[in-house]
């Protein structure tokens, strides 16, 4: 890797690309526990992205009868067939209750346990 130093900070940087090091910000480097943190805060966003998504287009696919009386849901899923079947406003505090507690626990899981919950709940829905 080719680097010069910065002349204020002494501080080596890279001149060119080609490290399988990751550079944040300003002259930071991060070891291989911090990458996948560094990937897994990210992959988190992604995550609720998708939920939010589907949580979207579940409700796009309701009938007009639902609107008017929510005991019309279409839904193949007992739970939420359940939920929906009470209105919109419990199903969007469930939905919020469920993204905010995944979201929690892609948070506090320790690196690769984390990793797999994130894909597999972002894969599931």
């Known amino acids: 890797m080719i680097a010069r130093r910065d002349a204020k900070t002494n501080v080596r940087t890279p001149v060119h690309g080609g490290t ?15 990458k996948m943190y560094f990937y897994i805060r990210r992959l988190r966003w992604l995550m609720v992205a998708v939920f939010l998504v589907g ?3 579940q409700l796009a696919g309701q009938p007009e009868a639902f609107w008017k009386d929510p005991r019309a849901v279409v839904e193949g899923k007992p739970s939420v ?15 919020a209750a469920y993204i905010g507690g995944a979201f ?9 346990a984390a990793q797999v919950f994130v894909v597999g709940m972002t894969l599931v829905h």
């Open 81 to 95: 067939r359940f939920v929906l079947s009470h209105g919109v406003m419990p199903y969007v505090l469930c939905c």
């Open 104 to 112: 929690w626990l892609a948070s506090r899981l320790p690196g690769r």
């Open 55 to 57: 949580i979207s287009v």
């Open 20 to 34: 399988l090091n990751i550079y944040v910000g300003k002259h930071v480097r991060m070891n291989a526990e911090s």
